[in-house]
């Protein structure tokens, strides 16, 4: 597939996830995620704001879904989104019903595997049960909290090859990427290219961080869409 770029609206207020997603798109973003973050404060009528004001645009709905999988599905498509993520560690049968709600209401299925043991296990199992997408995915919690006893922060490159050749769904790769690595997925096989939280987000305080963005942003976009097929 062509790289895709999508950018994590991480942030707790709609009004200022409106305008970055407004500058985003401008700049070339393909994809807008409402992040959990802005999922929590402004649930459903959050999504239907971004779908409100982006009628083209795809947007995925960050619900790292555990239970209760077909009526979450259910709720965020009728309120606009047209991908959802469900997580690995779920138990199969919500992997399941989010795939066939996803059926259902015409919307894709993203698997995330953050926290799997095994990583590339929890990958070829999302796939397995029918998503169509993998998130290989290094928690935030999980890279600060290693990397303040001292210990080597994980990053999702670390297994990002090896996730992308034990399935046959396209990949993303999120967590604690810088811009340079994040433009570099694509090289991995990895087409799909999450910029957020902290590359233009302000990861601690959950804002949008300072400086000239959008100039940033399509300089971004640019060189991640020349990669052409991946």
């Known amino acids: 597939?062509?790289?895709v770029v999508q950018i994590s609206l991480d942030?707790?207020?709609?009004?200022?996830?409106?305008?970055?997603?407004?500058?985003?798109?401008r700049s070339g973003v393909d994809w807008l995620e409402a992040g959990t973050p802005l999922l929590l404060a402004e649930g459903l009528h959050g999504v239907e704001k971004l779908r409100s004001s982006f009628p083209e645009i795809p947007i995925v709905a960050d619900l790292k879904t555990m239970d209760g999988g077909y009526l979450e599905t259910e709720m965020m498509a009728k309120a606009g989104a047209t991908h959802v993520v469900v997580m690995a560690r779920a138990h199969e049968e919500t992997i399941r019903v989010v795939v066939q709600a996803g059926k259902d209401f015409g919307v894709k299925v993203m698997g995330d595997n953050l926290g799997c043991p095994d990583m590339v296990e929890g990958a070829r199992r999302l796939e397995r049960l029918g998503c169509d997408y993998i998130i290989h995915h290094i928690g935030y919690d999980e890279r600060r909290g290693i990397a303040a006893r001292g210990l080597p922060m994980p990053s999702p490159l670390d297994?990002?090859?090896?996730?992308?050749?034990a399935v046959n769904i396209p990949v993303q790769a999120v967590g604690g990427l810088s811009l340079e690595q994040a433009i570099r997925c694509p090289e991995f096989g990895a087409p799909m290219v999450?910029?957020?939280?902290?590359?233009?987000?302000?990861?601690?305080?959950?804002?949008?961080?300072?400086?000239?963005?959008?100039?940033s942003l399509k300089l971004i976009c640019d060189k991640i869409h020349a990669y052409g097929e991946v």
């Open 1 to 3: 597939m062509k790289p």
């Open 11 to 25: 942030l707790t207020n709609i009004e200022e996830a409106l305008a970055t997603a407004k500058m985003a798109v």
């Open 159 to 165: 297994q990002l090859r090896e996730v992308v050749e």
């Open 194 to 215: 999450v910029l957020g939280a902290p590359l233009t987000i302000d990861a601690d305080a959950f804002k949008t961080a300072d400086g000239d963005l959008e100039s």
